[in-house]
Protein backbone atom coordinates (compact mmCIF):
# COMPACT_ATOMS: atom_id res chain seq x y z
CA UNK A 1 0.00 0.00 0.00
CA UNK A 2 1.38 3.37 -0.80
CA UNK A 3 0.19 6.76 0.74
CA UNK A 4 -0.18 10.08 -1.65
CA UNK A 5 -0.86 12.94 0.01
CA UNK A 6 -1.90 16.32 -2.45
CA UNK A 7 -2.31 19.70 -1.13
CA UNK A 8 -4.51 22.51 -2.82
CA UNK A 9 -4.72 26.06 -2.57
CA UNK A 10 -8.55 25.96 -1.62
CA UNK A 11 -10.99 24.30 0.17
CA UNK A 12 -13.29 23.70 -2.81
CA UNK A 13 -10.44 22.07 -4.94
CA UNK A 14 -10.15 19.83 -2.12
CA UNK A 15 -14.03 19.24 -2.01
CA UNK A 16 -13.85 18.60 -5.58
CA UNK A 17 -11.06 16.14 -5.49
CA UNK A 18 -13.16 14.01 -3.02
CA UNK A 19 -15.77 14.55 -5.03
CA UNK A 20 -14.35 12.62 -7.88
CA UNK A 21 -12.88 10.04 -5.96
CA UNK A 22 -9.18 11.47 -6.02
CA UNK A 23 -8.81 11.18 -2.50
CA UNK A 24 -10.29 8.66 0.50
CA UNK A 25 -9.77 10.91 3.05
CA UNK A 26 -9.17 14.60 3.49
CA UNK A 27 -8.46 16.73 6.51
CA UNK A 28 -9.33 20.73 6.11
CA UNK A 29 -12.22 22.98 6.97
CA UNK A 30 -15.71 21.72 7.23
CA UNK A 31 -17.70 20.69 4.06
CA UNK A 32 -20.65 22.93 4.34
CA UNK A 33 -22.57 20.03 1.45
CA UNK A 34 -20.61 17.70 1.98
CA UNK A 35 -22.63 14.29 2.13
CA UNK A 36 -20.34 11.87 3.56
CA UNK A 37 -19.43 11.19 7.03
CA UNK A 38 -17.11 14.11 8.60
CA UNK A 39 -15.25 14.48 12.19
CA UNK A 40 -13.46 16.96 14.11
CA UNK A 41 -9.82 16.05 14.08
CA UNK A 42 -9.01 19.71 16.21
CA UNK A 43 -8.81 23.44 15.54
CA UNK A 44 -6.51 26.02 14.45
CA UNK A 45 -5.59 28.96 16.46
CA UNK A 46 -5.56 32.17 15.58
CA UNK A 47 -2.50 34.30 16.46
CA UNK A 48 -2.26 38.16 16.89
CA UNK A 49 1.13 39.84 17.01
CA UNK A 50 0.89 43.10 18.66
CA UNK A 51 3.30 45.63 19.29
CA UNK A 52 5.30 46.07 22.86
CA UNK A 53 3.18 48.32 25.16
CA UNK A 54 -0.10 47.33 23.68
CA UNK A 55 -3.04 46.93 25.87
CA UNK A 56 -3.97 43.30 24.55
CA UNK A 57 -0.33 42.26 24.88
CA UNK A 58 -0.13 39.09 26.86
CA UNK A 59 -3.34 38.62 27.28
CA UNK A 60 -4.07 34.58 27.00
CA UNK A 61 -7.06 35.57 24.03
CA UNK A 62 -8.57 38.55 22.04
CA UNK A 63 -11.43 38.34 20.42
CA UNK A 64 -11.29 40.13 16.72
CA UNK A 65 -13.17 42.87 16.71
CA UNK A 66 -10.64 44.43 19.79
CA UNK A 67 -8.29 44.31 16.78
CA UNK A 68 -10.41 45.67 13.80
CA UNK A 69 -8.68 49.14 14.08
CA UNK A 70 -4.99 47.48 13.66
CA UNK A 71 -2.54 47.05 10.36
CA UNK A 72 -3.03 43.92 9.02
CA UNK A 73 -0.73 41.67 7.90
CA UNK A 74 -1.98 38.77 6.18
CA UNK A 75 -0.46 35.43 4.30
CA UNK A 76 -1.14 34.71 1.07
CA UNK A 77 -2.17 30.95 2.43
CA UNK A 78 -5.16 32.00 4.20
CA UNK A 79 -7.76 29.66 4.00
CA UNK A 80 -10.47 30.34 1.24
CA UNK A 81 -13.61 28.78 1.85
CA UNK A 82 -17.08 29.16 -1.32
CA UNK A 83 -14.75 31.81 -2.75
CA UNK A 84 -14.01 34.03 -0.12
CA UNK A 85 -10.96 33.94 2.17
CA UNK A 86 -11.60 32.77 6.11
CA UNK A 87 -10.21 35.87 7.57
CA UNK A 88 -12.43 38.24 5.99
CA UNK A 89 -15.77 36.31 6.19
CA UNK A 90 -14.71 36.08 10.52
CA UNK A 91 -13.76 40.05 10.12
CA UNK A 92 -16.92 40.72 8.62
CA UNK A 93 -19.15 38.51 10.86
CA UNK A 94 -17.64 41.14 13.39
CA UNK A 95 -18.82 44.17 12.22
CA UNK A 96 -15.71 45.27 10.38
CA UNK A 97 -13.22 44.79 7.08
CA UNK A 98 -9.42 44.04 7.92
CA UNK A 99 -7.23 46.92 7.10
CA UNK A 100 -4.71 44.57 5.04
CA UNK A 101 -1.39 46.87 4.64
CA UNK A 102 1.15 44.20 3.91
CA UNK A 103 0.26 40.93 2.15
CA UNK A 104 3.16 37.34 2.51
CA UNK A 105 3.46 34.42 1.23
CA UNK A 106 3.92 32.58 4.66
CA UNK A 107 2.73 32.41 7.96
CA UNK A 108 6.52 32.57 9.47
CA UNK A 109 7.16 35.74 7.51
CA UNK A 110 3.52 37.16 8.55
CA UNK A 111 4.89 36.40 11.91
CA UNK A 112 8.18 37.77 11.79
CA UNK A 113 7.14 41.25 9.99
CA UNK A 114 5.58 43.68 12.32
CA UNK A 115 8.31 42.44 14.31
CA UNK A 116 11.19 43.85 12.59
CA UNK A 117 9.33 46.94 11.62
CA UNK A 118 8.53 47.41 15.54
CA UNK A 119 12.65 46.89 16.47
CA UNK A 120 13.63 49.82 13.67
Not at 25 to 49: C, D, H, Q
Not at 62 to 67: A, G, H
Amino acid sequence: MRLVLHGYATAEDLFAHMERGVADLAVGPRAEKWPGPVSVVGAEEMVVVLPPGDPLAGRAAVRIDEVADQPWVRCALEPVLAGRRWLDVECERAGFTPRTTVRVQHTSTAYGWPRRAWAS
